[in-house]
C-alpha cells in the first residue's frame, strides 16, 4: 500500500430517500480521519468534496430508478478525481455518502488495472436493476452498474463498461438479498460470503478465504465498505440497518487481514448518517476501521 493518500468526500444522499447521509462525510472528518492517518505516519492531502448538483428534480426521472441524472452527474465527477489522485501516485480513500457512489469511485480505479478485485463488505448485494429493484434507489444497484447491467448512463461513466468483472468480485456480511439480486448472483457465480458462512467458518478463515481466493487473478483490490455491514448495535448510524451483523471486532480483523495482504489499493467507506446515529458512533467506528486497514496496531 502506498504510504500517501488522497482523501475524497462525497456528499451525497441522492442514490437513496433517507436524507443526512450526504453529511457522512464531514461526520468522519469530525471524528478524526485525518488526524488518525497522519499519526500513522502517512502522507495524506484532503481533496475536498465532490460538488453535488441539487438542482434536477428529486426522483422526478423514473420511479424505476431515482435521481438518475445527478447521481450520474456526480459519480462522473468523482471518477475524474478518483483518476486524478491515482496518477498522482496516492491511495483514493472516499468518504461516502451512500454507496452508490461507489460507481464513481470503481469508474476511476478499474482503467488503471487489467483485473481490479473488489471486496463488498455490505449487508446488501446492491446487484439490482431498474427492473428488480423494490424502491428505484441507486444505492441498491452500483455493484450492478459496475458490472455493466443497468442503465447506460450509470454504467458507461468514464468512458467505458463493465469496470469489473463477476469472478473478481467477494461480497462478505450480506444478510439482505432481493430475489433478482440473488438470481444474479447464481447466474453469475459470484463469491458471496453471507452471515451463515461469518458465523459457521469465523471470520478469519472467511478473510483467509477471500483473499486467498482474489489473490491470483488480480492485480489490484478495492475495498467498498458500507457501514451497514456491521451489526446496528455497533454502527446505529445507517440508512438500511440489517440485524445480526458482523460485530466491531471482527470489522477490525477483516482490515488487519486485508492490510497485511498487500491488496488494497484503494477504498471507500459508505453509509454513515450522523442524524441517525449516536453522538458520532458510527463515523468514529469508520475512522477506527480505517486505521486498521492502514496498518494500525495495537502493539
Known sequence: MTRKIGLIGVPMDLGQLRRGVDMGPSAIRYAGVLERIQALGIDVEDCGDIEINRSHPAGAESIHLKNVKAVTEANAKLACKVDEVIQSGRFPLVLGGDHSVAIGTLAGTAKHYQNLGVIWYDAHGDLNTPETSPTGNIHGMSLAVSLGIGHKDLAEIHGYSPKIKPENIVIIGARALDPGEKALINELGIQVYTMHEVDRLGMTAVMKEAIAYLADKV??????????????MDAPGVGT???GGITYR???????MLEESGLITSAEFVEVNPILDERNKTASVAVALIGSLLGEKLL
Open 250 to 256: 471482527e470489522s477490525h480483523l477483516a482490515m488487519e
Open 241 to 243: 440497518p440489517v440485524n
Open 219 to 232: 492485480d489490484a483490490v478495492h475495498l467498498s465498505l458500507d457501514l451497514d455491514g456491521l451489526d446496528p
